[in-house]
C-alpha cells in the first residue's frame, strides 16, 4: 500500500505524517524506533488532503484550540492492538488512565504488561492519546516520543482544561 508523508515541526519536536487514502496510519517523533511502527515505500507529499488535515489538527490541538480529532485513521496492527488502541481513544482531553485501566476496559484485567506494549506500538501518537496513560503509581512511563514530550503533552492539556477535570499532577 502506498503511503505519502510530511514533516511538521511542533512544539514536541518534528513529527513525521503519514497517511494513505483510507487515513491517517502513522504520527512519528525524530528520533522514533524504526522497528516501533513499520511502513514502507513513502513518498514525501505535503499536498497530500489527510496529512494537510492531521496538520490543521495538530496545530490547533498544540495551540490549545482542539481537544479531539475527527480524522479518519488508518493503524495497523493486530485485534488486540486495535482494541486498546481505541480504549486509548476514549481517554478524556487532560485525564489519565493506567494500564491497569485500559485492561480492565476491555476486559483483559491480567494483561496490564500487553496493553503497556500495545501502547508503546500505537502509530498515531497524539491523536491516539497514549500518552495519556501512566503508571499505577501516577507516574510518567515510556513514550516513544520521551517522557520530556509526554509531560508537555500533559501539562498542555492541562493548561487548557477547565476545573474540576483537571488531574493532580502530571511530574
Known amino acids: 500500500m502506498h503511503h ?8 514536541v519536536g518534528l513529527l513525521r505524517l503519514v497517511a494513505n487514502d483510507q487515513g491517517l496510519a502513522a504520527v512519528l517523533w525524530e528520533n522514533d524506533d524504526p522497528d516501533r ?9 505535503p499536498t497530500h488532503p489527510i496529512l494537510q488535515q492531521a496538520e490543521r489538527q495538530l496545530t490547533a490541538y498544540f495551540e490549545g484550540r482542539r481537544q479531539t480529532f475527527d480524522i479518519p485513521l488508518d493503524a ?7 482494541a486498546v488502541w481505541q480504549a486509548l481513544r476514549t481517554i478524556e482531553y487532560g485525564t489519565t488512565r493506567s494500564y491497569a485501566d485500559i485492561a480492565r476496559q476491555i476486559e483483559r484485567p491480567k494483561a496490564m504488561r500487553a496493553v503497556g506494549a ?18 499505577a503509581n501516577g507516574q510518567l512511563t515510556g513514550f516513544a516520543g ?18 474540576p477535570h483537571r488531574i493532580a499532577d502530571v511530574a
Request: glycine share 6%; charged share 20%.
Open 4 to 11: 505519502a508523508y510530511s514533516d511538521m515541526h511542533s512544539p
Open 37 to 45: 511502527v513499520r511502513i514502507e515505500a513513502m513518498t514525501h507529499e
Open 76 to 82: 495497523q496492527g493486530t485485534e488486540f492492538q486495535q
Open 118 to 135: 500495545a501502547n508503546g506500538r500505537n502509530p498515531i501518537s497524539i491523536i491516539v492519546p497514549c500518552h495519556r496513560v501512566i503508571g
Open 146 to 163: 520521551g517522557l520530556s514530550s509526554k509531560r508537555h503533552l500533559l501539562e498542555l492539556e492541562q493548561r487548557h482544561i477547565v476545573a
